[in-house]
């Protein structure tokens, strides 16, 4: 999760940046601009090189001394992508985010609605469930979580039954922000009132008045949650462990083993990455397309 | 258009008592003004009447049907809201023609009815504009057209200009009230403006803590205020604070009797155009101590040499009339005894 912020803050700030010729940003810039540059561009290599590096590595034939491969081919891709335990690894992973970020939207947007329209009094008590997956270390989360379905429900242990509540619950956090975030900018509760005096019903509310307004808010919320289930190791690992492998407990097993095919590890680790980084850009996209509306507002 | 009636409401927030037993008849195509100071209750008996706010105690009827706990939704009644509220999703068209999809009429009606209100609100040329290409006034006249689109038999309108600057104010002001008697629709017009409150309104209701101090058609409020708080609030008067001696007040050479003061001080009232000019030797002597020019009058800030004492006066003078008066010079004033309203003191409005 921590790369998948920092890339997004990484893109927030680089549409900042003047577009023009470097000379002429530079002359128009103080003494500082230039040290500003520089670290930015330490930032993007800090995030873009090991990126590379694990792309070139997934389709290197060898690489032995030089800087640079020794040869190219697209074989691990088609070895990874042939391999059984890949796939499954991979369309579990693709399979818990979807479901994550579909539950939790469709969980949490009702609730956000009725906070702000009907009983803003539960407001500090969604507020405190959203604080609880900051302020607790999710290897904790994740042995209460161990120890309480023991003791209830035994039988889940080791399956993505318990799994998928329990990303769900640490993607919460995310979801509520931003749908809340998009509610209050809307203004749903003014909106609510206007559909009602228009003679709207609920269903017609919230389908053709509410849902389009904050629909940047809900899907930048699911891509957050999507992005949490897509890179979350802690719980699986302890939840699920190898009964259930997804993509990082893929990769942590392969890395811990002695005669695996590294270079697959590395087109999984490609593919990983090229999903956290759309994922990303998504989230930039739309909270932007929010911004500029605004601006035209203004 | 219906009549309303509104019986004993009252409606509580808390602790706070909003509204505190308003009964208030509204004649059917009648334009009301509640006109008050914020938290007087105006807002919460119009949003009672929509709907979106219920009341604890008393009935509200439409044309003598009982709507006390009727959902907004099912009310006869279009609303203007005091920030626009239309759907920024829609374009002009698409908002206007809301009301009439969700009460499921058919494509070619609603077409034909939108294109009515275009016309009708001047806004055809940016029928497929959305909100956000629009300006403030612009867009309240959406809403407005919006409100009006389902044909309501009340219309209720929620501080509809109070969001625009000055001049678009009053060409809407006017605009609303044209509409509005040409369609003959029973309509509530909130608003904190007094000016705009006399200017549209067939009666004026007076607002304050929760209950209804003084209904009345705005010349009557404006010419006979019967309370000190209505007379405080409508209109730039002059309110004096003078003693009370032998059931009278003085001032300026006359006295006027003060029959329902029986303080030893009463709250006078007295407006800036019953000033009056006087021949040298008539009247008091007074300085002028500024002047303002607002257009058509100028108003001048004296002082009055009066038996009492030194009285600070406003006076509004035709601006031709006066074009040699300058600061510093002498004038000489009088009243006439019919234009001071008197009042217990301690009444005082803060407007």
């Given at each position: 999760m921590a790369d998948l912020t920092s890339q997004a803050f990484a893109a927030v700030e680089?549409?900042?940046?003047?577009?023009?010729?470097l000379g002429r940003w530079r002359a128009a810039m103080p003494r500082g601009g230039l040290f500003a540059a520089l670290l930015l561009a330490a930032a993007v290599l800090y995030i873009l090189v090991p990126m590379l590096a694990v792309l070139l590595y997934s389709v290197a034939t060898r690489w032995t001394?030089?800087?640079?491969?020794?040869g190219y081919t697209l074989a691990h891709w088609a070895d990874g992508f042939a391999d059984a335990r890949f796939r499954t690894v991979l369309g579990r992973s693709l399979g818990l985010a979807v479901a994550t970020a579909v539950l939790d939207i469709l969980l949490v947007a009702p609730a956000c609605y009725w906070q702000r329209v009907?009983?803003?009094?539960i407001r500090p008590i969604l507020e405190l469930l959203a604080a609880i997956p900051f302020a607790v270390p999710i290897a904790v989360i994740a042995f209460g979580l161990l120890q309480v379905s023991g003791q209830?429900?035994?039988?889940?242990?080791?399956?993505?039954w318990l799994l998928l509540p329990a990303h769900m619950a640490v993607a919460f956090s995310f979801v509520y922000w931003s749908i809340d975030a998009s509610m209050a900018a809307a203004g749903v509760v003014g909106l609510t009132e206007a559909a009602r005096t228009c003679g709207a019903g609920l269903g017609a509310t919230i389908f053709r008045v509410i849902v389009p307004n904050v629909g940047p808010g809900l899907a930048s919320g699911a891509i957050l949650a999507f992005g949490v289930s897509f890179n979350e190791i802690a719980l699986v690992q302890i939840l699920?462990?190898?009964?259930?492998?997804t993509v990082p407990l893929y990769t942590l097993n392969l890395l811990k083993?002695?005669?695996?095919?590294f270079n697959v590890l590395a087109v999984m680790t490609a593919v990983s990455f090229a999903i956290t980084l759309l994922l990303s850009a998504g989230v930039v996209f739309l909270n932007r397309s929010v911004v500029d509306k605004r601006r035209a507002k203004a | 258009m219906s009549t309303i009636a509104i019986q004993n409401v009252s409606k509580r927030f808390g602790d706070k008592?909003?509204?505190?037993g308003v009964s208030l008849d509204v004649k059917s195509g009648e334009m009301i003004a509640l006109l008050?100071?914020?938290?007087?209750g105006k807002t919460t008996l119009l949003r009672a009447i929509a709907g979106l706010t219920p009341p604890n105690d008393g009935r509200i009827l439409f044309d003598d049907r009982?709507?006390?706990?009727?959902p907004t939704r099912r009310r006869p009644i279009g609303m203007v809201f005091q920030g626009y509220s239309?759907?920024?999703?829609?374009?002009v068209r698409q908002n206007i023609a809301f009301p009439l999809k969700v009460r499921g009429q058919d494509a070619r009606a609603i077409g034909r009815r939108v294109d009515e209100l275009l016309a009708l609100i001047g806004l055809a040329a940016h029928?497929?504009?959305?909100?956000?290409?629009?300006?403030g006034g612009q867009q309240q006249r959406t809403a407005l057209a919006r409100a009006l689109a389902p044909d309501p038999a009340v219309l209720l309108l929620d501080e509809?200009?109070?969001?625009?600057d000055a001049v678009v104010r009053l060409h809407l002001r006017d605009e609303i009230r044209r509409i509005q008697q040409a369609i003959r629709t029973t309509a509530l017009l909130v608003t904190h403006d007094q000016s705009e409150a006399l200017a549209v309104a067939d009666r004026v209701v007076v607002m304050r803590a929760g209950r209804i101090e003084q209904v009345a058609a705005p010349n009557v409020l404006y010419d006979k205020p019967t309370s000190g708080f209505s007379a405080g609030f409508i209109g730039q008067r002059n309110a004096l604070d003078l003693p009370v001696l032998d059931g009278r007040v003085r001032l300026c050479g006359t006295s006027v009797p003060a029959p329902a003061v029986d303080t030893a001080r009463a709250l006078v009232f007295l407006r800036p155009e019953d000033v009056h000019r006087m021949d040298a030797g008539a009247g008091r002597r007074a300085r002028v101590e500024a002047r303002i020019f607002e257009g058509r009058t100028t108003r001048f800030y004296l002082k009055v040499e009066d038996e009492e004492g030194a009285l600070d006066l406003k006076a509004d003078w035709p601006s031709r009339d006066v074009e040699g008066l300058a600061t510093g010079d002498t004038v000489h004033v009088g009243i006439d005894p019919r234009d001071v309203h008197v009042f217990p003191a301690a009444t005082r409005a803060t407007p």
């Open positions: 680089a549409p900042l940046a003047p577009s023009r010729r001394a030089n800087i640079l491969p020794d009907r009983n803003p009094r209830i429900v035994p039988a889940l242990q080791g399956t993505p699920a462990g190898d009964r259930f492998e083993s002695t005669d695996a095919d | 008592l909003a509204l505190d008050g100071s914020s938290g007087c009982d709507v006390t706990h009727l239309l759907f920024p999703n829609m374009t029928a497929d504009h959305h909100p956000n290409q629009l300006s509809p200009l109070s969001a625009l």
